[in-house]
């Protein structure tokens, strides 16, 4: 009997020294991203893992700490955006493009992915920090802050270039438009439209200066953000645009978002001051 007692004890402590090596051990995987393509090779390996990869390429993620799934996955040079949306399906995420800084002002890189369960957006942290105990229980954003009340623009030849976040179909990103009260809605030109992914349109005609005729393909986005206001379900007029490079802008920022708002631009300090919100326009 004390023979079995001693052997099964041996066998116990043999199984404790082999499972902090075991556990230990991370998953093999690759991930890489170039030109907007991403290639990945993975067997089992947790989520946030494979995320975490990718501030390597400048990409920042904000995740829910409690979202981890094991991911198995093999694909190479896929579409950067479709190659992470079968990686984090089904889970809900937002793709937040920025201009790349080119001289056209054509191209946009990924610059943040966001994970979240439905109605869940503010349990996020960004996940190069270490979750602990209070950011489980507790927003990371300050939901209670005041908004602010001015925006930066950068003011050029009497034009006033505003940043703005738009968004389609969960994609979002950033570019500048040209403050224009004189157009009756929003315009973007085809390179917004292609970094937001519209495919589907309708064929519309526009008025320019002097009346002249422009051909033009309406689309409803998402959302328009700028500044403390964000607008839901706007009209955007596509159009293709000829003129000089400028990597200021692309496009116009219309009276359909403006309409309502109160504010005044110091010319001097490049701002937008912003009056007293409506309710419900945080």
Excluded at 3 to 26: E, N, R
Excluded at 104 to 130: C, N, S, T, W
Excluded at 211 to 230: D, F, K, M, T
Aim: hydrophobic residues 45%; proline residues 5%; charged residues 20%.
């Amino acid at each position: 009997m004390m023979h079995m007692i001693l052997k099964a004890v041996w066998l116990l402590s043999a199984l404790w020294m082999v499972l902090p090596a075991m556990t230990g051990a991370a998953a093999a995987f690759d991930l890489q991203i170039k030109d907007n393509k991403i290639s990945v090779q993975a067997e089992r390996v947790p989520l946030q893992a494979l995320l975490q990869r990718m501030s390597a390429f400048g990409i920042t993620v904000r995740i829910d700490p409690a979202l981890n799934p094991f991911i198995t996955a093999a694909f190479a040079d896929k579409d950067l955006e479709d190659g992470l949306k079968s990686l984090l399906r089904p889970l809900n995420s937002v793709f937040i493009w920025k201009p790349d800084g080119s001289r056209d002002g054509a191209g946009y890189r990924l610059a943040e992915v966001q994970i979240f369960k439905p109605g869940e957006k503010d349990r996020m942290i960004h996940l190069e920090r270490e979750p602990d105990s209070a950011a489980l229980q507790a927003p990371i954003e300050d939901q209670s802050a005041p908004a602010q009340l001015e925006t930066r623009v950068v003011i050029k030849a009497d034009r006033v270039y505003v940043p703005v976040v738009l968004s389609y179909d969960g994609r979002k990103i950033e570019t500048s438009l040209v403050f224009d009260t004189g157009a009756n809605s929003i315009v973007i030109h085809q390179n917004v439209a292609e970094a937001l992914g519209i495919t589907e349109h309708v064929e519309a005609k526009g008025y320019g200066v002097g009346g002249i005729e422009i051909n033009a393909r309406a689309v409803r986005l998402q959302s328009v953000h700028v500044g403390p206001y964000e607008k839901q379900d706007l009209r955007a007029a596509i159009v293709d645009y000829s003129g000089p490079p400028d990597s200021q802008y692309n496009g116009l920022l219309g009276m359909n978002f403006l309409r309502g708002l109160t504010y005044q631009i110091d010319f001097d300090a490049q701002v937008i001051r912003w009056g007293e919100q409506p309710a419900g326009q945080r």
